[in-house]
């Protein structure tokens, strides 16, 4: 396949054209034609992120919860999986949550720049109430719907979605197998008509990419082009922000992990798994990368077999620990860009959010940034703000699908050795 055939090269020719066609736009005074008939490409392309969004989620999560029935055989050595993969998960978050307040990277936005951008998104954000006003158990209380449709049809609601998912995907392992399997294929089968949905969706992302920072340009630059360079260096700021999170991440917690439970030396385990790594970050698909990371795990790490069999695939399916760094970093970077201060409780929400979110976040490329429509709709950042990073994440998405396969494989090491399931190392020569 050529270069420019594939996606990520087409997103960034977008990125590039958008850029350039902004400025030409602002400087020549094109910018009413820019609006009026390059915006609306952009808006269709966020209205199909949104659109996906509620059966994304509730039939990704009830086939992740459903593929857990194993449990019922592996008690001990499942509940494990899932303790330290929402561990994992949690401090992913934590990790990017503490950078991006630490770094700052929207306050290298001028005021002037900031003011405008949320006079551009003003009333884009689907519901207005200040959840720094409400209580944790109001949180709760909402996150439980009375009315199940009522709740899919609104996405800022999504969190009842995700309960509501769980809850229909632990009522289907509850029943005997003979009378759920049915089901368990149907969801199966939406679930793969979903992300072939999904797929259809990106492919139109470099003409939405290609609109919407068009647009963003048109709306920043004005008469003063200086406003638009700006915007690229925090674009700058936000990207290196993401992945010092993700070496954060991966350096400091997996070498915990390991110490915890595993005598392996991560140089050792990085070693054994690099191609699997690599093909994930090649790919940006944990799923299209499982069947290297099985075999890398299982031949050259010592994980056995009935041990890696269980954990990589429900890992490909709930543990998305690059995913959710990334969207808590980019949650509160496109806050800090329009000029949004996020207050503890909804920087909680995002915790919460994303942790359910990277559940039932497909293992493909571009179900990261669906996954972000449900956290920025969560804390009531305009979902728009997207456009400001769409540009760079496909190449931020391969840094955190590498991390995802890295994190599945570590995790496998883990319970192998609490298994007393864990062989010895081989190495390629």
């Keep these: 396949m050529r270069w420019y055939k594939k996606l990520h090269w087409q997103i960034i020719i977008g990125l590039v054209l958008g850029l350039l066609w902004g400025l030409v736009s602002a400087s020549s005074g094109w910018n009413e034609f820019t609006s009026g008939t390059i915006r609306p490409f952009g808006t269709i392309f966020i209205n199909l992120l949104k659109l996906v969004a509620v059966p994304l989620v509730l039939v990704s999560l009830v086939v992740g919860v459903s593929s857990l029935n194993n449990m019922s055989r592996l008690t001990r050595m499942g509940g494990k999986t899932i303790l330290i993969y929402l561990a994992t998960t949690l401090l992913a978050i934590t990790i990017g949550l503490t950078v991006v307040n630490v770094v700052d990277p929207g306050s290298s936005l001028p005021e ?57 995907g632990l009522g289907i392992i509850s029943i005997p197998a003979q009378k759920s399997q049915t089901l368990i294929e149907v969801f199966d089968s939406l679930n793969e008509v979903i992300i072939k949905i999904v797929d259809l969706i990106m492919k139109l992302a470099p003409i939405g990419v290609f609109a919407l920072m068009a647009s963003v340009i048109v709306d920043l630059a004005g008469d003063d082009l200086r406003d638009a360079v700006t915007l690229l260096k ?24 390991f110490k915890i439970f595993s005598k392996m030396k991560l ?27 099985m075999e890398r795990v299982e031949k050259h790490l010592g994980v056995a077999e009935e041990v890696s069999s269980f954990v990589l695939p429900v890992g490909a399916t709930i543990n998305m620990d690059g995913t959710s760094l990334y ?16 207050s503890l409780a909804q920087q909680l929400t995002i915790v919460f959010t994303a942790t359910a979110a990277s559940i039932g976040a497909a293992g493909v490329p571009g179900a990261g940034i669906i996954m972000l429509v449900i956290v920025l709709q969560a804390v009531q950042v305009p979902v728009e703000g997207i456009a400001l990073i769409l540009g760079v994440d496909r190449i931020l998405d391969m840094a955190r699908t590498a991390v ?19 062989g010895t190392l081989h190495f390629d020569d």
Excluded: C
């Design 112 to 168: 002037s720049t900031r003011v405008s951008l949320m006079e551009n998104y003003s009333g884009t954000g689907t519901n207005t109430k200040n959840t720094s006003e409400n209580s944790i158990l109001d949180f709760l209380v909402r996150i439980v719907p009375q009315n199940f449709f009522a709740s899919a049809s609104e996405n800022g609601n999504m969190l009842q979605i995700v309960f509501v998912a769980i809850l229909l």
């Design 234 to 257: 925090a674009l700058a700021w936000y990207s290196l922000t993401v992945v010092a999170g993700l070496l954060i991440h991966v350096f400091v917690v997996y070498s915990v992990l």
């Design 267 to 293: 140089s050792d385990f990085f070693r054994a798994i690099r191609p699997a790594i690599l093909l994930g970050f090649s790919t940006s698909s944990s799923l299209a990368t499982l069947p290297v990371t």
């Design 327 to 342: 969207q808590a970093v980019a949650a509160v970077f496109i806050a800090q860009a329009i000029g949004m201060d996020l």
């Design 404 to 422: 995802n396969v890295t994190g599945d494989a570590a995790v496998s090491v883990a319970v192998a050795h609490t298994e007393g399931k864990l």
